[in-house]
């Protein structure tokens, strides 16, 4: 009876495990159908209503497709066609960033941020554009949003991406909307909001004035060096005023601004939110590029070189893509390679069968913040020039998922949106004297009137020559960029375009009077004035964010990148004695050389030190290349140590939100007060002694030891800036959602790296949070004018959007090796390389 009993115990156990495994296997091969269904079809035929002819899709070994196409329409209706299979999640959310409809998809969490983009207004100023453009623009965005829409029309829920399951259980009523030309446009007002945040540094400098001197704000906003280059050594232009950027530097006109600081401490709170879904870039975060005449080069033709820098991101901000027209000819200009935003149709950065372009952010100064007086009987009125004007009022409703919407009015006056108005702490304050008694901060930015840069992108695709390039970049108004240019002629060149405001008077550093028309715009700079080089004699042009011109007669910025990076790759070409190769340029986008060590070792050295432990961390220092390596023992010490640095530095002196992050301004702000051995920065005001440079140079390195024996171990060989210094690819919205299982599903690390942010090869940390990478070259690109064929690329962490497809993060390896991938490009070579081949069919209506 027992052996029974056990019998049926052990058969029933089986079953039982036998139905958990199968239950098992059956959640397993659902999810794996749920995650596989959003693939995109790569072989094979689709036919899709509206194309005219037949579309040749192919994609090489990483994912990138070739489109070729008979006409302009089908070539941009078929990226918005591939753009969605392959990232439609993406672009999604880019676009409820774009029009401030976050909590539509997120609900009631993303309220206050959309209030702050409602009020930015990006979508109304998208809209004015559409009124205002002409009918081949149109045409071609209406082209790339009926590609998005035939996919969406086959596709939804999970088999569009992975992310709508889960959202799906959040949001149960969301229901995806066909896309519009307006959203394409929309995502050029987040980038231009994402490069060009100089108003954060108005509100900085005004803050840090309830505690500081103005000359103290100043040391810590230090003059571009002179020891460090600028793009355009030689330029001139039209009546030369001597270094009228440094003039306006300095003798800044301070208004009473430290009493409005606590208002402009609570704008901060939604742009900090908006940060952690777009990325804290920005201020201070740059790209490199550089083009090198064939004078210099192995091949005799021209190398162009850029790496753009932007938060890091998943799936990867850069969507690579080829655009051919089978036939060039009027109807159809574009035969391009090179790397797209998935949401916009064209070639951002790249080549064409003529000429080859890359980007870096100039960071203009394009917004200023003006101090309103408000009419204590009327708040809807301010004042201009002593009368009370009536300001435009514009009602926005806000959708909100599982709730009711919430109605917001955005008030305007004659310079822009009232940013102040979405703090809710305003009223709390009473005001200094010399600032009026009811007042609001308005913004005045260049993004937020109707801007060209749609139309620059598709010009520069199909541009033949310089003349060509140079009108094309007239439209790249809002970012301003610095673009560098090569042509198979053997030409290179450089062109800043923008729209540069002309201001009466003040120089942008800090917030303006807006009752009178003092410190109103005068206008924009004229195109023609704009900084240009065309081969020059040196037989290079090379830009990473710094001053371009320091004899320029008009103000771009007073808060240039200070140009380390453009230090050491003017330096990495110049001193070369050979011609130089497309090995030689990886070599440079590569380099780990701190700038800042060469600065600061040397004082490091010359310290005594008492204990063996310490003599031998700094023995480290002796030989050392000054490179951040991935396993490098001394990168790790001698960055923890600046961490260390500026914290017993500063932290006494500023408020938490403002403590260094480490880049290059404070590079900047230490290579001037290093000199100085007592200067006041150096004394701890929490302490009573007085407290002098060697003294706290010692410190911060001892703790640096401290920190790295208790984390890594004794022994300091056996320390590894790679292990500290990881980066993990976060998904910007379920990544981040602080629920391990989802975050699982979407994210990828972590990941050693070497660098950081002020290397040429540019992983940056903020030493006010953590070692961990907060921002990448987030694509790499070499071009071979010699032989397009020669090109070569990688961006991070891969072409697809979807989870688990296997061009989710195939690139993120070779990215951080500093490796690449060809760039393909003849159509024979495209087909003999194809790893897959699609056919896009009219859709036949009988």
């Not at 079953?15 to 959640?27: N, P, R, W, Y």
């Not at 269904?37 to 070994?61: H, L, Y």
């Not at 050389?593 to 600065?599: E, F, K, R, T």
Request: a neutral charge; charged letters at 20%; hydrophobic letters at 40%.
């Amino acid at each position: 009876m027992k052996n029974f009993r056990k019998r049926r115990l052990f058969k029933g156990l089986k079953i039982g495990i036998f139905v958990l495994i199968l239950l098992g296997l059956l959640l397993v091969s659902f999810l794996g159908y749920t995650i596989r269904r959003s693939f995109p079809v790569e072989n094979g035929a689709i036919a899709i209503s509206g194309i005219k002819a037949e579309v040749t899709v192919q994609r090489d070994q990483w994912g990138v497709p070739h489109i070729y196409a008979a006409n302009s329409h089908d070539l941009f209706m078929a990226q918005g066609y591939i753009h969605a299979q392959d990232r439609f999640w993406q672009m999604d959310f880019w676009r409820h960033i774009g029009s401030g409809r976050l909590a539509e998809m997120f609900g009631a969490s993303q309220l206050d941020t959309d209030k702050y983009l409602r009020t930015l207004g990006w979508a109304r100023v998208a809209q004015q554009e559409i009124q205002q453009m002409d009918a081949e623009m149109k045409a071609n965005l209406t082209a790339y949003a009926d590609g998005v829409n035939a996919y969406l029309q086959q596709h939804q829920g999970t088999a569009l991406s992975l992310e709508y399951g889960v959202l799906k259980l959040l949001n149960p009523g969301y229901q995806v909307a066909p896309w519009q030309p307006l959203h394409s446009l929309t995502w050029g007002k987040v980038m231009a909001y994402d490069l060009g945040r100089n108003f954060q540094s108005e509100i900085e400098r005004t803050v840090l004035l309830k505690t500081l001197t103005p000359n103290q704000v100043e040391e810590l906003f230090p003059a571009y060096p002179q020891d460090l280059p600028v793009i355009l050594p030689e330029w001139e232009v039209g009546q030369k005023r001597k270094g009228a950027w440094r003039l306006a530097q300095r003798g800044a006109e301070v208004l009473s601004v430290g009493e409005i600081a606590p208002s402009l401490e609570s704008i901060t709170q939604p742009m900090l939110a908006l940060e952690k879904l777009i990325g804290a870039t920005g201020v201070g975060i740059g790209s490199n590029n550089w083009v090198i005449s064939g004078k210099r080069t192995a091949t005799g033709k021209p190398i162009l070189a850029n790496d753009p820098h932007l938060a890091v991101q998943m799936p990867s901000i850069w969507y690579e893509v080829g655009l051919h027209c089978t036939t060039k000819n009027a109807e159809c200009p574009y035969n391009v390679t090179g790397f797209s935003f998935a949401g916009m149709l064209g070639v951002i950065v790249g080549h064409s069968d003529r000429i080859a372009w890359g980007v870096t952010n100039v960071q203009s100064d394009v917004m200023d913040l003006y101090i309103e007086k408000i009419n204590p009987k009327n708040p809807n009125q301010y004042e201009v020039n002593g009368k009370w004007v009536d300001m435009q009022l514009v009602p926005e409703t806000i959708q909100v998922a599982g709730s009711q919407p919430i109605l917001q009015t955005i008030r305007y006056t004659r310079h822009g949106p009232i940013l102040s108005d979405v703090s809710p702490n305003l009223q709390e304050f009473k005001q200094a004297i010399k600032l009026p008694q009811n007042y609001a901060v308005a913004l005045r930015w260049a993004a937020l009137e109707p801007t060209r840069l749609v139309y620059s992108i598709p010009q520069i695709n199909r541009a033949q020559n310089w003349q060509e390039f140079r009108a094309a970049a007239s439209d790249f108004d809002v970012p301003a960029q610095n673009l560098v240019y090569a042509d198979i002629e053997g030409n290179i060149g450089y062109q800043m375009p923008g729209k540069f405001p002309i201001r009466a008077k003040g120089n942008g550093r800090y917030p303006v009077p807006g009752w009178t028309d003092e410190y109103e715009w005068q206008g924009y700079i004229d195109f023609e004035k704009l900084p240009y080089s065309f081969n020059p004699p040196q037989g290079y042009i090379a830009t990473a964010n710094n001053l371009v011109a320091s004899e320029y007669p008009y103000l771009i910025t007073t808060d240039w990148v200070y140009g380390y990076r453009a230090k050491r790759i003017v330096e990495m070409i110049a001193q070369q004695s050979q011609p130089i190769s497309l090995a030689d340029i990886q070599k440079i986008q590569g380099d780990n050389l701190n700038l800042n060590a060469q600065n600061l070792v040397p004082f490091l050295q010359n310290l005594t030190f008492d204990t063996p432990r310490l003599k031998a961390a700094q023995k480290l220092l002796q030989d050392w290349n000054l490179q951040l390596g991935m396993t490098s023992p001394i990168a790790a010490l001698f960055e923890v140590f600046w961490q260390h640095l500026l914290a017993d530095t500063f932290h006494d002196q500023l408020p938490s939100e403002y403590f260094p992050d480490g880049g290059d301004r404070w590079y900047a702000v230490l290579q001037n007060i290093i000199q100085q051995p007592n200067s006041n920065w150096w004394d701890n005001a929490k302490t009573t002694q007085v407290e002098n440079r060697d003294q706290i140079l010692q410190q911060a390195f001892r703790e640096a030891v401290d920190e790295l024996e208790r984390i890594q171990g004794k022994n300091p060989q056996s320390w590894n800036w790679g292990k500290l210094h990881t980066i993990t690819f976060r998904n910007a919205t379920l990544g981040k959602s602080g629920v391990t299982a989802i975050e699982a599903l979407f994210n990828r690390g972590a990941f050693s790296t070497s660098g950081n942010g002020e290397t040429i090869n540019a992983n940056r940390w903020r030493a006010n949070k953590s070692f961990e990478v907060t921002d990448i070259p987030s694509l790499r690109m070499i071009l071979d004018l010699s032989n397009l064929n020669n090109s070569l690329a990688i961006h991070a962490p891969g072409q697809s959007g979807h989870a688990f497809h296997r061009h989710y993060a195939d690139m993120i390896d070779p990215w951080r090796k500093l490796e690449y991938h060809p760039m393909l490009w003849e159509q024979k070579t495209v087909a003999a390389k194809a790893a897959a081949k699609l056919k896009l069919t009219p859709k036949s209506h009988n």
